[in-house]
């Protein structure tokens, strides 16, 4: 059957599932664990507790059978003793050691695998108290998992880089991936890949796809991340098999055990076909997102529960429906969290958790003398810390909620615990963090009022680049060399979603690099999404120099500008501002070296967010149209060293209160 690509039209029709029997069946083996609800069944090794086979609609397993049991469906982590360097770990797959039946009655039943630490693991496992859940319900057609880690007091030091829920499918069955109404498609096999039918390219995770199996993917570049999304948009994505048409879809109805807050990249489906429910990453982010342990610290945290989805539909109907489907399910699981049927006392029901509403201004006199409606703003709760330490904090659990026009935010189902209130509005730069800290208690009802949120601010404005919102997608960006390309992003809003966009570079400024002259330019076709390296002949990299041009009526050469630089993402750069004179030693400012992020090789268009306040003295400056910011991203030696800019503002010296809502 021929599944049509592009949105599906929403219809009515049927799903055509197996007789139902009366109530749950538990059966536990000597190997496995079989749960069975007449709909679906889902059997986990016993006690490692691995999902080893999915039997749905006449498809005895949805999973991969050509792999091993351990590898078909699973939890696991990625972590390493304290002091090492990187982001490369060890794989450890979470075998339990022990089963436990948890509830078994005629409606639920739940089931926990557990692998408990002591000091003879020393070295050999991570030190956690690990405990798997899986739950199945009568009459649904899925199953639920959920995973709770606790480090006790006096336990070793160690670092996490991932955790994840990994789905390894049938790759004979599953060949549609969709993540988003915009982003389906046939997808190329696992073979494809392997040397012979497969290139390699720059790094290992993207293949030239040469010789396919099937020949419409010939020509196209495969890597994971071209599929990765931000964490608030991970709400639901699969593979649906054309024949029989079925679904397999992953849903997550809370990101409030994920870290990082909204905004956080994560993989979700790629060739293999795979489906993963990632809880922690350093994926465009790097080393700053590593969760550190130190030894005798407590820490226990419940990621989860999710939802895998399961629906058919007859021959007759177009399979897109089953995505259209799985959306409608979502929104149900969305509105049903938190959940009340986990029985583990770690996971919080409704009348447990609090509430928090209130409404966020944004005071800018320079744009409007009364209060701005932050419209849009994103509002979260968030461990304590800094203005913006919430990008980076891993341990603990978030909460997020977007203003609305008026600026009233609500957010709801909140844990238990001490938070402070974290905001950035689209808009306008810099992090707001509320001044005091806020004590959720079990049903609490919390009104805070009115916050304003003063973004960083000194005089007028007298020019700016981009749009102040977190990304550089305003920005140009190129198209991909036609040797590789990914057919989903051709003519797509995700144009930036194509591989060796860096090499470009050089081909576009052959002879200088970007200049960008105010009121003339245009920076949705004139400024680069990434101030990347330049590659040279001889197949190395240089650092580059982007320039500024612009007029200055006036200079007060007495008085102190302030050049705002705020970046959607930097690699392993250090970014240098010089004024007029390219050559001066040492630069006016420098950040040094910054980020391990490597969002340019990974096809994104923002990681982490970067503000820097430039003091830039007016006697730098000249009267008229002869001033030049020279911005120097020094690191050469590889292609993906550079950043990317979220927006760029100078702004004049300070002008009397009373004038200051003249001038933006």
């Given at each position: 059957?021929?599944i049509?690509?592009?949105?599906?039209?929403?219809?009515?029709?049927?799903?055509?599932?197996?007789?139902?029997?009366?109530g749950?069946?538990?059966?536990?083996?000597?190997?496995h664990?079989?749960?069975?609800?007449?709909?679906l069944?889902?059997t986990l090794?016993?006690?490692?507790?691995?999902?080893?086979?999915i039997?749905?609609?006449?498809?005895?397993?949805?999973?991969?059978?050509?792999?091993?049991?351990?590898?078909?469906?699973?939890?696991?982590l990625?972590w390493?003793?304290?002091?090492?360097?990187g982001?490369k770990?060890?794989?450890?797959?979470?075998?339990?050691?022990?089963?436990?039946?948890?509830?078994?009655?005629?409606?639920?039943?739940?089931?926990?695998?557990?692998r408990?630490?002591?000091?003879?693991?020393e070295?050999?496992?991570?030190?956690?108290?690990?405990?798997k859940?899986?739950?199945?319900?009568?009459?649904?057609?899925?199953?639920?998992?959920?995973?709770?880690?606790e480090?006790?007091?006096?336990?070793?030091?160690?670092?996490?880089?991932?955790?994840?829920?990994?789905?390894?499918?049938?790759?004979?069955?599953f060949?549609?991936?969709?993540?988003?109404?915009?982003r389906?498609?046939?997808?190329?096999?696992?073979?494809?890949?392997?040397?012979?039918?497969?290139?390699?390219?720059?790094?290992?995770?993207?293949?030239?796809?040469?010789?396919?199996?099937?020949?419409?993917f010939?020509?196209?570049?495969?890597?994971?991340?071209?599929y990765?999304?931000k964490?608030?948009?991970?709400?639901?994505?699969?593979?649906?098999?054309?024949?029989?048409?079925?679904?397999?879809?992953?849903?997550?109805?809370?990101?409030?055990?994920?870290?990082?807050?909204?905004?956080?990249?994560?993989?979700a489906?790629?060739?293999?076909?795979?489906?993963?429910a990632?809880?922690?990453?350093?994926?465009?982010?790097?080393?700053?997102?590593?969760?550190?342990?130190?030894?005798?610290?407590?820490w226990?945290?419940?990621?989860?529960?999710?939802?895998?989805y399961?629906?058919?539909?007859?021959?007759?109907d177009?399979?897109l429906?089953?995505?259209e489907?799985?959306?409608?399910?979502?929104i149900?699981?969305?509105?049903?969290?938190?959940y009340?049927?986990?029985?583990?006392?770690?996971?919080?029901?409704?009348?447990?958790?609090?509430?928090?509403?209130?409404?966020?201004?944004?005071?800018?006199?320079?744009?409007?003398?009364?209060?701005?409606?932050?419209n849009?703003?994103?509002?979260?709760?968030?461990?304590?810390?800094?203005?913006?330490?919430?990008?980076?904090?891993?341990k603990?659990?978030?909460?997020w909620?977007?203003?609305n026009?008026?600026?009233y935010?609500?957010i709801?189902?909140?844990?238990?615990?001490n938070?402070?209130?974290?905001?950035?509005?689209?808009g306008?730069?810099?992090?707001?963090?509320c001044?005091?800290?806020?004590?959720i208690?079990?049903?609490?009802?919390?009104d805070?009022?009115?916050?304003v949120?003063?973004?960083?601010?000194?005089?007028?404005?007298?020019?700016?680049?981009?749009?102040?919102?977190?990304?550089?997608?305003?920005?140009?960006?190129?198209?991909?060399?036609?040797?590789?390309?990914?057919?989903?992003?051709v003519?797509?809003?995700?144009?930036?979603?194509?591989?060796?966009?860096?090499?470009?570079?050089?081909?576009?400024?052959?002879?200088?690099?970007l200049?960008?002259?105010?009121?003339?330019?245009d920076?949705?076709?004139?400024?680069?999404?990434?101030?990347v390296?330049?590659?040279?002949?001889?197949?190395?990299?240089?650092g580059?120099?982007?320039?500024?041009?612009?007029?200055?009526?006036?200079?007060?050469?007495?008085?102190?500008?302030?050049?705002?630089?705020?970046?959607?993402?930097?690699?392993?750069?250090?970014?240098?501002?010089?004024?007029?004179?390219?050559?001066t030693e040492?630069?006016?400012?420098?950040?040094?070296q910054?980020?391990k992020?490597n969002?340019?090789?990974?096809?994104?268009?923002?990681?982490?967010?970067?503000?820097?306040?430039v003091?830039v003295?007016?006697?730098?400056?000249?009267?008229?149209?002869n001033?030049?910011?020279y911005?120097?991203?020094?690191?050469?030696?590889?292609?993906?060293?550079?950043?990317?800019?979220?927006?760029?503002?100078?702004?004049?010296?300070p002008?009397?209160?009373?004038?200051?809502?003249?001038?933006?």
């Open positions: 059957m021929k049509s690509e592009g949105p599906a039209h929403v219809g009515c029709f049927i799903f055509f599932l197996l007789p139902m029997v009366s749950m069946q538990l059966q536990v083996q000597d190997k664990v079989v749960m069975d609800n007449g709909i069944q889902v090794s016993n006690p490692e507790g691995i999902v080893t086979g039997q749905f609609q006449g498809i005895d397993n949805l999973l991969e059978v050509r792999n091993a049991e351990y590898d078909r469906g699973y939890w696991d990625v390493s003793k304290p002091g090492k360097k982001t770990g060890t794989l450890d797959r979470i075998e339990a050691t022990n089963f436990t039946v948890i509830v078994e009655n005629e409606e639920q039943v739940e089931v926990s695998f557990t408990l630490w002591n000091s003879s693991l070295g050999q496992v991570v030190p956690l108290n690990i405990d859940r899986f739950i199945m319900l009568h009459g649904s057609s899925g199953f639920y998992t959920y995973a709770i880690f480090h006790l007091g006096e336990w070793p030091a160690f670092n996490i880089d991932n955790i994840r829920m990994a789905f390894k499918l049938n790759k004979d069955k060949h549609f991936m969709s993540i988003a109404d915009n389906q498609r046939l997808m190329p096999l696992p073979d494809d890949r392997l040397p012979g039918r497969g290139q390699v390219l720059a790094y290992p995770e993207a293949v030239l796809l040469v010789n396919p199996v099937e020949p419409e010939k020509g196209e570049v495969d890597d994971k991340y071209l990765s999304c964490s608030q948009d991970i709400r639901v994505h699969g593979w649906i098999c054309a024949d029989p048409p079925v679904g397999f879809w992953q849903i997550t109805p809370s990101i409030e055990s994920r870290s990082a807050g909204p905004l956080k990249q994560y993989l489906s790629h060739v293999g076909p795979t489906s993963l990632l809880f922690h990453s350093v994926h465009y982010s790097g080393a700053d997102l590593i969760l550190r342990f130190g030894h005798s610290e407590p226990k945290k419940v990621f989860g529960p999710i939802f895998i399961l629906n058919s539909l007859s021959n007759e177009d399979p429906l089953l995505w489907d799985a959306k409608q399910q979502m149900f699981e969305v509105q049903s969290w938190p009340d049927f986990p029985a583990s006392k770690d996971f919080p029901q409704s009348d447990q958790r609090g509430t928090l509403h209130g409404r966020l201004l944004v005071e800018d006199r320079y744009i409007n003398m009364d209060y701005i409606a932050a849009g703003a994103y509002v979260g709760l968030a461990p304590p810390g800094n203005a913006g330490s919430w990008q980076r904090e891993c603990g659990y978030q909460f909620a977007r203003a026009a008026d600026g935010f609500y709801d189902h909140i844990r238990t615990g938070y402070s209130l974290y905001a950035f509005v689209p306008f730069i810099g992090d707001y963090k001044d005091f800290n806020i004590t208690i079990e049903g609490s009802y919390i805070i009022g009115d916050l949120y003063k973004p960083p601010r000194n005089g007028p404005t007298l020019w700016e680049i981009g749009i102040p919102d977190r990304y550089a997608a305003e920005f140009y960006v190129p198209d991909p060399d036609p040797k590789y390309i990914n057919k989903l992003y003519n797509h809003t995700d144009r930036y979603r194509q591989y060796g966009l860096w090499e470009r570079y050089a081909e576009l400024y052959p002879d200088e690099d200049i960008y002259i105010v009121n003339q330019s920076y949705r076709k004139d400024w680069l999404f990434a101030q390296t330049r590659k040279k002949d001889n197949q190395t990299y240089e580059t120099t982007w320039q500024i041009k612009f007029e200055l009526d006036n200079v007060n050469e007495s008085a102190v500008y302030k050049l705002r630089l705020a970046l959607a993402s930097a690699h392993v750069s250090v970014l240098q501002v010089r004024i007029n004179d390219p050559s040492p630069p006016l400012f420098s950040t040094g910054i980020g992020e969002t340019i090789a990974r096809h994104g268009i923002y990681g982490l967010y970067w503000l820097f306040n003091d003295p007016g006697a730098l400056f000249v009267k008229g149209n001033n030049t910011i911005l120097t991203q020094a690191l050469s030696g590889s292609p993906f060293r550079g950043v990317m800019y979220d927006y760029i503002r100078l702004e004049g010296p002008l009397p209160p009373c004038n200051s809502s003249n001038n933006t």
